[in-house]
């Protein structure tokens, strides 16, 4: 009996290092189509990047004159940006009367 418990123990064994190996098969073939999908996803998600920064880059030129036409107009503003900074709520506390000389 010792001898058949051996042999179903060994048989066993094999079984299980079968099954691993399939799962283990399996397993590869999942990872490796995730990684399919991940590249075709990044590849998507570059020209997705590129058209967006096209986007920016076209309305960042029509945007030009219009910051052009404010900071002309914040130029003729005496003491324009030490106002701003003063009137905002957290930033008005951290100048000191040093900082409003400058």
Do not use: C
């Not at 060994?10 to 399939?22: F, M």
């Not at 799962?23 to 590129?50: C, F, H, M, R, W």
């Not at 130029?75 to 106002?83: A, C, H, V, Y």
């Amino acid at each position: 009996m010792v001898t058949d418990k051996g042999k179903k123990l060994k048989q066993s064994e094999k079984e299980e290092e079968v099954n691993s190996d399939h799962i283990d098969g399996d397993l590869v073939l999942s990872i490796e189509k995730l990684q399919e999908i991940q590249d075709d996803l990044e590849k998507i998600n570059e020209e997705a990047s590129d058209k967006v920064l096209e986007v920016e880059q076209k309305y960042n030129e029509i945007r030009k004159p219009i910051y052009d036409k404010r900071n002309d107009i914040i130029k003729s503003i005496p003491d324009f940006w030490l106002t701003a900074f003063l009137s905002h709520p957290a930033l008005g506390d951290l100048l000191s009367e040093e900082d409003q000389k400058v």
